[in-house]
């Protein structure tokens, strides 16, 4: 009898656990700033995963440690003007 009580009780806080998120929706997510083009989130993100995948490859030994260098210094400094940028931005604010 207790078992089945407690059962019943962990698929209720398991739904409340999974539902809630869900029922209540996702709040700002979506919101960017107004000067923030999508244009710039997209080359953002793809600066930012293009070093992962540089770092990844070069851990992975696909990369001489020349390549990794060179190629993780030019996006480095792809990524570093980008967040340049939106600071200047978030300052005019």
Same mark, same amino acid.
């Given at each position: 009898? +207790? *078992?089945?009580?407690?059962?019943?009780?962990?698929?209720?806080?398991? =739904?409340?656990?999974?539902?809630?998120?869900?029922?209540?929706?996702?709040? !700002?997510?979506?919101?960017?700033? #107004?000067? =923030?083009?999508?244009?710039?989130?997209?080359?953002?993100?793809?600066?930012?995963?293009?070093?992962?995948?540089?770092?990844?490859? +070069?851990?992975?030994?696909? =990369?001489? #440690?020349? !390549? +990794?260098?060179?190629?993780?210094?030019?996006?480095?400094?792809? *990524?570093? *003007?980008?967040? !340049?940028?939106? !600071?200047?931005?978030? #300052?005019? #604010?």
């Amino acid at each position: 009898m +207790y *078992a089945v009580l407690i059962l019943v009780l962990l698929v209720l806080v398991s =739904l409340t656990l999974i539902g809630y998120p869900i029922w209540k929706g996702h709040g !700002d997510e979506g919101k960017q700033a #107004e000067w =923030l083009s999508p244009t710039m989130l997209t080359e953002k993100d793809v600066i930012m995963s293009t070093l992962s995948e540089i770092e990844f490859d +070069y851990h992975m030994k696909k =990369l001489s #440690e020349e !390549d +990794y260098r060179s190629l993780k210094n030019k996006y480095a400094n792809v *990524a570093l *003007a980008i967040l !340049d940028t939106e !600071d200047t931005y978030a #300052e005019e #604010e």
